[in-house]
């Protein structure tokens, strides 16, 4: 949608009273989206160095837990 905004130069409001380009408001949508999805990968990579440091690793051939 901010491609097609880009291209097409569209604009936002009526003409003669107050206009604005509707590209930079796709943008900051897809800016945010961006971040937001990349904040979510850092915390659920986070969580899982955790859970992972937390769980004591196990011996496939005894299984027995070696601290």
């Given at each position: 949608m901010f491609a097609k905004a880009w291209q097409s130069g569209a604009y936002l409001g009526n003409r003669g009273d107050f206009i604005l380009p509707e590209w930079p408001f796709k943008l900051l949508i897809v800016v945010g989206a961006t971040?937001?999805?990349l904040q979510f990968l850092l915390l659920a990579w986070r969580d899982l160095q955790q859970r992972a440091a937390l769980?004591?690793?196990?011996?496939p051939d005894d299984g027995g837990a070696v601290s």
């Open positions: 971040m937001a999805g769980r004591p690793y196990i011996r």
